[in-house]
């Protein structure tokens, strides 16, 4: 099974929101975090957003007071929350679980794209 499958990215104006979805395989709550992770033509691959089993949570300075990510420990799924989007933020977007040396678990999926069109 795909241990991880990301969905709902699409092409939006900008100014407007969308919410990305994680659906993980495993058992999150078993994770020291999960995180979103987005990737630009030409450029490396970026942490975004990260939340803790604590419920911690940390985000790049660009998302900050924009997007919102939360987790559904019941549903094994992770959200990504997008508003006033920006054409900065079209990329590529991934999840992936995270160790407690901030290490990634597992290879990189199929991402979701996201487009946000000026």
């Known amino acids: 099974q795909v241990p991880l499958v990301e969905s709902g990215g699409d092409l939006v104006q900008a100014g407007g929101s969308l919410t990305l979805s994680c659906a993980a395989s495993a058992r999150i709550s078993d994770f020291y975090a999960m995180g979103w992770y987005r990737q630009s033509p030409g450029k490396p691959r970026k942490f975004v957003a990260g939340l803790n089993s604590a419920r911690t949570t940390n985000y790049e300075d660009s998302v900050k007071g924009r997007f919102t990510i939360s987790r559904d420990d019941a549903k094994n799924t992770v959200y990504l929350q997008m508003d006033s989007l920006k054409p900065e933020d079209s990329a590529v977007y991934y999840c992936?679980?995270?160790?407690?040396?901030?290490?990634?678990?597992?290879?990189w999926g199929q991402g979701t794209q996201v487009t946000v069109s000026s």
């Open positions: 992936n679980a995270i160790d407690e040396k901030l290490v990634l678990i597992y290879p």
